[in-house]
């Protein structure tokens, strides 16, 4: 018997808990009708981030399995701000900002979700459409009518952010209710009965559920999966730079593939399951090459390779992969302009004047000084001596070498390196 998709997702650890599981399992189970499902976020910037990942994969693995995903763009609920994860009340965005930055994200969205599917198309929503034209008294009397403050005041959520010293607004104590009314919506122009999102969303999918109930008198279901640490507890999706952003303007193809090559052998395996669709059989080929050579790895560089051709493509992933060789010492031979751009934007660049090619002032001691790599003329000749000194990635041997125009990439660079890490891009014009 074929495997549901649920079963699929649990494999993966991409479940946390189900709201009316009876009812979801009847949903997804093998031979079912497709159904509509939906996850949300709010854009508070003009690009995903890593953290965002998670909803967008399970929404391509469910439209993969036949189903239609929706992807909701807060762009009222973005004005208030989630509660949830927060220690205090967020800065209210424009209407505008908002704006801008769903168009922003618009386009990150078509490489994940097929919105030109003659069968299933993806679904982008705005909560704005439907939320900017109620009044207050009309939500008042539709929604709030159905919940108690008691329950909501239940909720993990606002009761960590009403014993905090901050305390919580009443906008951001209503922001459940709001996304409630979204799955209320969604149920009804759209058919949706299931509702998607991190585990710290349970409190904001509940309500809808119960929404959904006791105006319609509809049984619909909601998934939760965990939130993703590291192995010490942290928030993954952050690197010593801060966020890792899917926007390549924010952080770099390259970045973005190290960010993957680096990540925890404790980690690794799990989040093969998590981000990539590679087939359970091939993870479990990595997880016995991992535990069996982890130095070789092989489970980093697939999954690395993975997400970022599914981020950026093949062509911008190709470049990412031999920006890294040539940071880690491998030949400069073949590289094009934009793979050479990706080693530009990771080492310390400075400029030097065309003139000084070919003449005793463009002596590579001098440059080394010029470029920081060495303190004095003394220790860089001693540092290219002990063959610790490499031009274009080639070492050099000759301490009273003068660079000249035959050195040049893309007749204006000079990649230096001293050890094996400390890179220095030398530009000269003029």
Known sequence: MASSILQELQWRGLVADIANREEVERLLAPGAPPITLYA??????????LGNLIPLIV????QLAGHR???LAGGATGMIGDPGGKSAERNLLSLETIAANVAGIQGQLTRFLDFE???????????????????VLDFLREVGKHFTINAMVAKDSVRSRMESESGISYTEFSYSLLQAFDFLHLFEKHECRLQCGGADQWGNITPGIDLIRRRLGQTVGGLTWPLLTKTDGTKFGKSESGAVWLSPAKTSVYRFYQFFI?????????????FTFLPQEDIAALEAQHLATPERRDAHKKLAFEL??????????????RASEILFGGSLEGITDAQFNEVIAEVPNSTQSRALLGQPSGALVDILIAAGLSPSKGQARKDIEAGGVYVNNVRATDAKLILAPEHLLFSQFVLL???????ALVRFEG
Request: glycine content about 6%; cysteine-free.
């Open 40 to 49: 949300g976020f709010d854009p508070t910037a003009d690009s995903l981030q």
């Open 59 to 62: 929404l391509k693995r469910f």
């Open 69 to 71: 995903p929706i992807i």
């Open 117 to 135: 599917s003659k069968t299933n198309p993806a679904l982008l929503v705005n909560n704005a459409d439907w939320m900017q034209p109620m009044g």
């Open 262 to 274: 680096q990540v925890e052998d404790a980690q690794v395996i799990n989040l093969l399951k998590v």
């Open 308 to 321: 970022t051709q599914l981020v950026h493509g093949e062509t911008a992933t190709a470049d990412a992969i």
């Open 417 to 423: 390196r001293k050890g094996k890490r400390n890179y």
